[in-house]
């Protein structure tokens, strides 16, 4: 679906730039001294990201594409 609508004629695509507010700047601030002292003390990281096991198939739904309809 995305690659249809960038190849679109009339689509501009440009960056998400409401991070760049003072309470967003703060919360990436707090958020990443957490993390770093949840790691700094050996503890898990509360925003740990993980990647399913390369066995294990990832459903068109979760990629975000359409489902076809029975």
């Known amino acids: ?20 507010t003072r309470e967003a700047l703060a919360g990436i601030a707090s958020t990443t001294l957490a993390n770093l002292d949840a790691f700094a003390r050996g503890a ?11 066995n ?3 459903s068109p739904q979760a990629l975000g594409e359409p489902t076809s309809q029975p």
């Open 1 to 20: 679906m995305f690659a249809r609508l960038i190849a679109s004629p009339n689509v501009l695509v440009t960056g998400h730039q409401g991070f760049l």
């Open 44 to 54: 898990p990281c509360p925003d740990a990201l993980t990647a399913p096991p390369r």
């Open 56 to 58: 294990v198939p990832i």
